[in-house]
């Protein structure tokens, strides 16, 4: 008897651990597209099945299922396949269309739900809007942590002080995730503008240039040096290099691009395209410096291929691809620590399909152990006590930095995580005071009122004055630095010679003989290529200066509406109409004498002189003298009133036309007038900006408009020497003969484009009558 109980109990025994190797079943929904999701599941089920320490004897068995990418019915069948087989607990990848729908059918039949947040082709994330349990109970956990990129946009540009910026979108993001960046930053009260970009990145800048005027482009131009950019890797790249081919894009601009999973390639193909500083914000996890230390989570061994970095494969995994292993850790974690209290519940097989089907009574309890549970595994602290949510993330913030040695390098500025916030400073390292000592030898070039020379006292070296010279002397003084200036030999500004070399004061910083370079020089790209500039402090357009003709008075401009011969007619229409007059009114005298039969006549004057200056009365509309007339001396009044009229009103318009006409009246208004006409002789600043702008557009065979290569023929005459000039002074006083030398400032700063009448050079005029093309890009 006591035999035949030790063999029943060993045999119950043996039934039971063929049971709990069987209890542990885990159901898996991946999208078809997401092919690592299910080799990392498939990996984390064979490193825990491999290890004794958490699950001892019991080993994990699982099924997956792969369902089309935001598939929400699919996803919901299979999830009831899996859960007809019997199931402890449910891990997905999805979007968020088929996380919403599984998330009201875990609910429903209670079975814990771990998703995972994906985000297709390197978008950036935005956050799920899962609906809210029915009875408050909510069996989905969101492994992967809420999106943070709001708060530490919002952090970042507090501590840069960004008032004004724009925000670039790519048009797969959900704009619903910026709502609550834009509600805190209008508290704030930060001006942020929203701009969607298309996959046709390219498209998007031809687009600028075909609706937007110059003006507007160049204040587009300043609203892009402060952007945010929420944009695939790819994407980025793209619009940043389409930004800079453009000309869009600036040295002084900062543009910060947000995304939670981007490579090191990809951040140095953003930086080295860029033209500005760039703030890259990213997602990153705790590494452990010891190697045995670092494969362990919750003594759980890791497999090489996760734990070594050096393997290489850590790299070339998703964000979603380390929370899924870890969520598979937490579940282990979690059946562990439920075998240990003796509180396990069997799987159940439910029919999401019958009516009458009752949830899992073992669901609470299984999700209240895992909610419980903490571990830490590839991604780092992992806990769901946080509303259902893994709260702990952690960004870094990198941003770029220059050397003389490495040129444009990446480093890391600062990191933010979920629960102290910034840790660093996001501002430009300045050099306040580690120049004490130092003497920089500085070039320039005379440019009121830029550069001046400053009355010199005798015996004393030669001082300068200017807008430059002011703020050369306020840096001198805040960093500490003397300098010593000179002017630059072959007074240019600078430009690029057939063999490589530069001139003017660009060639003076590219040989190393001066250390800066201050004057009113224009910025070019091909300039940017060589040498570093400040930020801009003046921008004006390209003018056409031309010399101003003098105002003659004419006392008889007055008589300028009608042409002579109308003012003959008129002349002699007075005398004519006024023999008429009186020739009628001796008629009518000659009758009044026969028909009153002794009765004296009105007294009405009939000279010839009273009847003209009737006439000519009536004509200035000034009246005159009645006249008790006929029907024939009415009919010929009537007329002559009608005549008038119709010449006063005529001659008033006219003179209104003519006052405002000659007011207006320039030769050259553009610059197509300029290369249409051959009286006026033009140039400009030989070596300058717009000497090398004209050359490039007028020497380019592509150029459909002729304009340029008519200008430019004028302007390159005799090597640029017969009409052009060697400094803007000099320009000035071709321009303004006999006055020797310039009158009034040199930069047009109001109007954009300065048109004047010229006029004939007089006879003790040597120069030739000059239209000089002048601006802010003739350095």
Not at 69 to 95: K, R
Not at 151 to 177: A, N, P
Not at 424 to 431: A, Y
Not at 494 to 501: M, Q
Request: hydrophobic share 40%.
């Amino acid at each position: 008897m006591e035999l035949l109980l030790i063999c029943l109990s060993l045999w119950i025994l043996q039934c039971n651990s063929a049971k709990a190797d069987s209890i542990i079943h885990i159901g898996a929904i991946f999208e078809e597209n997401a092919v690592r999701d299910d080799e990392i599941f498939q990996l984390a089920i064979s490193d825990l099945s491999l290890s004794d320490d958490i699950l001892q004897s019991e080993k994990i068995t699982h099924s997956v299922k792969l369902i089309e990418p935001n598939n929400p019915f699919q996803a919901v069948q299979e999830a009831c396949e899996l859960m007809n087989q019997g199931i402890l607990a449910l891990v997905t990848s999805t979007g968020c269309a088929a996380a919403s729908a599984l998330q009201s059918l875990t609910d429903a039949m209670h079975i814990p739900h771990l998703f995972i947040q994906r985000n297709g082709d390197g978008a950036p994330r935005t956050a799920c809007q899962l609906n809210p349990s029915p009875d408050g109970e909510s069996y989905t956990l969101a492994a992967r942590p809420p999106v943070r990129i709001s708060d530490v946009l919002l952090t970042l540009v507090s501590e840069l002080h960004w008032q004004k910026f724009i925000i670039f979108y790519e048009s797969d993001y959900d704009i619903r995730g910026l709502q609550t960046f834009m509600d805190q930053a209008s508290r704030l009260g930060l001006d942020v503008s929203l701009q969607r970009v298309d996959r046709n990145v390219s498209r998007v800048f031809t687009d600028l240039f075909n609706t937007m005027r110059t003006e507007e482009l160049n204040r587009y131009r300043d609203t892009l040096r402060r952007a945010v950019l929420l944009m695939s890797p790819r994407g980025a790249q793209v619009f940043v290099h389409q930004a800079v081919e453009t000309n869009l894009a600036s040295k002084d601009s900062h543009w910060v691009y947000a995304n939670e999973e981007v490579s090191d390639s990809d951040i140095m193909e953003l930086v080295h395209s860029s033209l500005g500083r760039m703030t890259i914000i990213r997602q990153i996890f705790p590494l452990w410096r010891d190697t045995n230390v670092r494969c362990m989570r919750n003594n759980h061994r890791i497999s090489s291929l996760l734990c070594d970095p050096q393997e290489g494969y850590l790299q070339s995994l998703e964000v979603s691809n380390l929370y899924l292993y870890d969520s598979v850790l937490m579940l282990a974690n979690a059946f562990y620590r439920k075998l240990e209290d003796r509180k396990w519940h069997s799987m159940a097989s439910l029919n999401c399909m019958r009516k009458s089907t009752k949830p899992w009574n073992g669901g609470w309890s299984m999700l209240d152990t895992i909610q419980k549970g903490r571990i830490s595994g590839l991604t780092g602290l992992m806990d769901f006590r946080a509303e259902g949510s893994n709260s702990h993330v952690q960004f870094e913030i990198l941003g770029t930095s220059y050397s003389e040695t490495f040129g444009k390098d990446v480093k890391r500025l600062a990191t933010w995580d979920s629960t102290r916030g910034l840790n660093g400073s996001l501002k430009e390292n300045r050099i306040e005071s580690g120049m004490h000592g130092v003497t920089l030898k500085i070039v320039t070039l005379l440019e009121e009122p830029f550069v001046m020379v400053a009355e010199n006292i005798l015996g004393q070296p030669k001082r300068y004055k200017g807008f430059s010279i002011d703020v050369l002397d306020a840096l001198a003084k805040i960093l500490g630095f003397k300098y010593d200036i000179y002017q630059v030999g072959d007074g240019k500004y600078g430009s690029a010679l057939p063999n490589g070399s530069w001139n003017g004061m660009i060639g003076e910083l590219i040989g190393k003989r001066a250390d800066l370079a201050i004057s009113a020089i224009t910025i070019t790209p091909e300039r940017e290529t060589v040498v570093d500039f400040s930020k801009r402090y003046l921008d004006y357009s390209v003018g056409i200066l031309m010399h101003k003709s003098e105002e003659k008075i004419n006392i008889f401009s007055l008589l300028a509406p009608f042409d002579l011969a109308v003012w003959a007619c008129i002349a002699a229409a007075i005398p004519v109409v006024g023999i008429m007059i009186f020739l009628l009114r001796r008629i009518q005298a000659v009758r009044c004498q026969n028909n009153t039969a002794g009765h004296p006549p009105p007294t009405v004057s009939t000279s010839l002189q009273s009847a003209i200056w009737i006439v000519y009365g009536a004509f200035v509309q000034q009246g005159g003298d009645s006249i008790l007339g006929s029907v024939a001396l009415r009919i010929v009044m009537g007329s002559w009133w009608l005549f008038t009229l119709i010449v006063c009103s005529s001659y008033t318009a006219n003179l209104a036309a003519y006052l405002t006409v000659s007011r207006m009246d320039n030769a050259v208004r553009s610059f197509q007038d300029l290369s249409k006409q051959v009286d006026l002789v033009y140039g400009t600043v030989r070596d300058s900006a717009v000497y090398e702008y004209f050359r490039a557009k007028g020497t380019n065979p592509l150029e459909q408009d002729s304009t340029f290569a008519e200008l430019w023929k004028v302007i390159n005459k005799n090597n640029g020497f017969e009409n052009s000039v060697s400094s803007p002074s000099e320009g000035i006083k071709k321009v303004k003969p006999g006055h020797g030398g310039h009158h009034g400032s040199p930069c047009p700063t109001k109007a954009p484009v300065e048109t004047q009448t010229p006029g004939p050079p007089g006879p003790a005029q040597r120069c030739h009558c000059h239209t000089l093309l002048y601006g802010s890009s003739r350095r």
